[in-house]
């Protein structure tokens, strides 16, 4: 049973367009949101992460949104590049006092150019 | 800088051969895992080493043993290969425990596919 649910399980924009990709948390606990990126034949990587202090966090085109009371958190992908497209994970830990990662299922991204 | 190396890259078994996966780190981390990849499925942990000489079971553990065999090294055994072991494997490391704190360097993985 997944603790974090991920959606899309795969989109398609367009170059420049916004890829927005949703993720929802059951343990209300939670203190740490990270993206994952993955490219085909790689391992993820670490692309950004937030606390449930704050609302937002932004790294140049890369955002995350984060909805406490809904227990929600996206990623936004502002002005999309085909060097975007790969897969992306949610995660969080698996309980609050575990420090282990729940991965979501992973949202594969195409840009098309 | 190599960072997580995994090898082998690939791997084909036939059901019931054992086999072990190797794993090292070059960060001088404390902490130190193994997830395996399956399309709709995300990563899944298998184990984990939070420190040198400890390991502990993650969430599907069955059909698989690791050691730590030093704090670089952390190796994934297989003793008894079935198909439904078919998969990416990943080892990844962590500079402490608390994964708040510690992001996951990731290795390039090793697809294993068992007949």
Redesign the interface.
């Known amino acids: 049973q997944q603790q974090v649910k991920q959606s899309p399980q795969s989109l398609i924009v367009q170059k420049g367009g916004i890829s927005i990709i949703n993720c929802a948390y059951e343990n209300t606990a939670f203190d740490y949101f990270p993206w994952y990126q993955q490219f085909p034949g790689k391992g993820p990587a670490l692309l950004i992460a937030i606390r449930p202090d704050v609302s937002e966090k932004k790294e140049g085109r890369f955002t995350i949104s984060f909805n406490k009371s809904a227990k929600q958190f996206s990623l936004h992908i502002m002005d999309s590049q085909p060097g975007d497209s790969a897969t992306y994970f949610c995660a969080a830990p698996k309980r609050s006092n575990d420090y282990k990662l729940s991965f979501g299922a992973g949202t594969t991204v195409t840009v098309r150019a | 800088n190599a960072g997580?190396t995994q090898t082998p890259k690939f791997q084909v078994l036939k059901t019931g051969q054992s086999m072990t996966l190797q794993c090292a780190q070059d960060m001088n981390h404390n902490s130190m895992?193994w997830y395996r990849q399956d399309p709709?499925?995300?990563?899944?942990?298998i184990y984990?080493s939070a420190s040198e000489g400890t390991t502990d079971k993650?969430e599907v553990p069955n059909g698989y043993n690791v050691s730590r065999l030093n704090k670089r090294e952390f190796s994934l055994r297989l003793e008894s290969a079935a198909p439904s072991q078919t998969s990416v494997y990943?080892c990844?490391s962590s500079e402490g425990?608390?994964?708040?704190?510690s992001?996951?360097?990731?290795?390039?993985?090793t697809r294993l596919t068992v007949t």
């Open positions: 997580v895992y709709g499925m995300g990563l899944r942990l984990y993650g990943f990844a425990y608390r994964a708040s704190y992001p996951l360097h990731f290795g390039n993985g």
